[in-house]
């Protein structure tokens, strides 16, 4: 080993992802994995058949850097079709390798070192990474009470003259929690008033519960030239492992991302781009059942976890449940649980802590996910009762 630390420091104000470690605990141990969200069952058949097609045609060598041409296209025609944003497929939309590299693009586009976002917490672990390697500061505001709520002037004060942007994901990972419009208004403003972006993570927007419709930020008022949004196919289509992800922003602010994914990635792979244009072509007939089969698979998991003891809130969108664990009796904090959970009744969640900069936070809760097959929840269910 070099004398010299070899490992820049950039590295050390985070670790590897707590959900993947999870995930590995659960194999070690023979656990159901409630803790990854990604479908154990099969995407669907047009959708493979698709992906299939695409290589046979010879769809295999490097699509242009920003984005199968068709899958552009569909893009921005869904947009226009669900959401009545006009987007130039040309211009402005960037396909990636999933939202994470989308979300990676973004920062390193826009955050000089030293500038401060804002997030929200509990946040998904990804923005952690994000902000250290772009060196962004990130100022946290906490979501409370049941229904993950925050206070108007707490947001408020996390804005001033370094703000450069502000995270939002809606549907929430891990809350569930869906902003509602009156929310989207308070952010937009303040994001027009310190004159700073919007980076949107809306993975999860065809997976929204009892009636709720999504609400792009970029669809309100002079958001559009401030919103750079994000999004993907691998929540939407069960394809977490295709890595097909896309970012959408106006002109100049599209071309900065486009520079950064050409060197970070060149270009999300060419057979499942041509596969997602195929998908998001074809979807309308299909996320009424996407949504109608997670809100299903929400109703079992809260019922097994409710029986089982845990405190949780019914989530409005994304396939999460933060549950609180305090009425089991369990002594000792989320990563203590976690791993007891996992050894003693064989089902696996992610400890709450991963989700908050503070972890005393996050200390009461653990995170299940219920993407996962019915036969599944039902195996996890039984385990948890013997709890
Ligand atoms: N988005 C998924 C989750 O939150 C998977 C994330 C991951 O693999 N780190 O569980």
């Given at each position: 080993?070099?004398?010299?630390s070899?490992?820049?420091?950039?590295?050390?104000?985070?670790?590897?992802?707590?959900?993947?470690?999870?995930?590995?605990?659960?194999?070690?141990?023979?656990a159901?994995?409630?803790a990854?969200?990604?479908?154990?069952?099969?995407?669907?058949?047009f959708?493979?058949?698709?992906?299939?097609?695409?290589?046979?045609?010879?769809?295999?060598?490097?699509?242009?850097?920003w984005?199968?041409?068709?899958?552009?296209a569909?893009?921005?025609?869904?947009?226009?079709?669900?959401?009545?944003l006009?987007?130039?497929?040309?211009?402005?939309?960037?396909?990636?390798?999933?939202?994470t590299?989308?979300?990676?693009?973004?920062m390193?586009?826009?955050?000089?070192?030293?500038?401060?976002?804002?997030?929200?917490?509990?946040?998904?672990?990804?923005?952690?990474?994000?902000?250290?390697?772009?060196?962004a500061?990130?100022?946290?505001?906490?979501?409370?009470?049941?229904?993950?709520?925050?206070?108007?002037?707490?947001?408020?004060?996390?804005f001033?003259?370094?703000?450069?942007?502000?995270?939002?994901n809606?549907?929430?990972?891990?809350?569930?929690?869906?902003?509602?419009?009156?929310?989207?208004?308070?952010?937009?403003?303040?994001?027009?008033?310190?004159?700073?972006l919007?980076?949107?993570?809306?993975?999860?927007?065809?997976?929204?519960f009892?009636?709720?419709?999504?609400?792009?930020?970029?669809?309100?008022?002079?958001m559009?030239?401030?919103?750079?949004?994000?999004?993907?196919?691998?929540?939407?289509?069960?394809?977490?492992?295709?890595?097909?992800?896309?970012?959408?922003?106006?002109?100049?602010?599209?071309?900065?991302?486009?520079?950064?994914?050409?060197?970070?990635?060149?270009?999300?792979?060419?057979?499942?781009?041509?596969?997602?244009?195929?998908?998001?072509?074809r979807?309308?007939?299909?996320y009424?059942?996407?949504?109608?089969m997670?809100?299903?698979?929400?109703?079992?998991?809260?019922?097994?976890?409710?029986?089982?003891?845990?405190?949780?809130?019914?989530p409005?969108?994304?396939?999460?449940?933060?549950?609180?664990?305090?009425?089991?009796?369990?002594?000792g904090?989320?990563?203590?649980?976690?791993?007891?959970?996992?050894?003693?009744?064989?089902?696996?969640?992610?400890?709450?802590?991963?989700?908050?900069?503070d972890?005393?936070?996050?200390?009461?809760?653990v995170?299940?996910?219920?993407?996962?097959?019915?036969?599944?929840?039902?195996?996890?269910?039984?385990?948890?009762?013997?709890?």
């Open positions: 080993m070099p004398r010299r070899p490992v820049a420091s950039r590295t050390s104000v985070f670790s590897e992802s707590v959900i993947r470690e999870m995930t590995r605990l659960a194999f070690q141990h023979g159901i994995n409630l990854q969200g990604f479908p154990d069952f099969p995407a669907p058949d959708v493979k058949r698709a992906a299939v097609e695409a290589i046979e045609a010879d769809v295999n060598q490097y699509a242009i850097t984005g199968d041409p068709r899958l552009r569909a893009i921005a025609a869904k947009s226009r079709r669900h959401y009545g006009e987007l130039d497929p040309e211009r402005e939309v960037t396909v990636t390798c999933g939202a590299e989308a979300m990676m693009a973004a390193l586009a826009f955050v000089e070192p030293g500038d401060e976002v804002v997030v929200f917490e509990p946040f998904y672990e990804n923005y952690v990474p994000d902000a250290a390697m772009s060196g500061v990130l100022r946290f505001v906490t979501l409370r009470g049941p229904d993950f709520a925050f206070d108007p002037d707490e947001l408020r004060a996390a001033g003259p370094r703000t450069k942007a502000i995270i939002v809606s549907p929430n990972n891990p809350s569930g929690k869906v902003f509602d419009r009156a929310e989207l208004r308070q952010i937009a403003a303040l994001c027009q008033e310190f004159d700073c919007c980076f949107t993570d809306e993975i999860y927007e065809h997976i929204l009892d009636g709720r419709a999504h609400v792009p930020m970029a669809t309100l008022p002079g559009e030239e401030r919103t750079v949004a994000i999004g993907g196919l691998s929540k939407t289509f069960s394809v977490t492992g295709w890595r097909i992800g896309y970012v959408l922003a106006p002109p100049p602010l599209s071309e900065a991302v486009r520079k950064v994914h050409d060197f970070l990635t060149v270009g999300a792979p060419a057979p499942l781009q041509r596969a997602a244009a195929v998908a998001i072509e979807g309308d007939g299909y009424p059942e996407l949504r109608a997670y809100e299903g698979k929400r109703d079992r998991l809260l019922v097994a976890l409710r029986e089982a003891g845990f405190a949780c809130h019914k409005a969108g994304a396939y999460y449940v933060m549950a609180a664990f305090d009425g089991l009796g369990f002594d904090d989320d990563t203590a649980f976690a791993l007891h959970l996992i050894e003693r009744a064989g089902v696996a969640p992610v400890p709450g802590s991963s989700f908050y900069r972890a005393e936070a996050g200390a009461r809760f995170r299940f996910t219920f993407s996962k097959s019915d036969a599944t929840l039902s195996e996890a269910a039984r385990r948890l009762a013997a709890l």
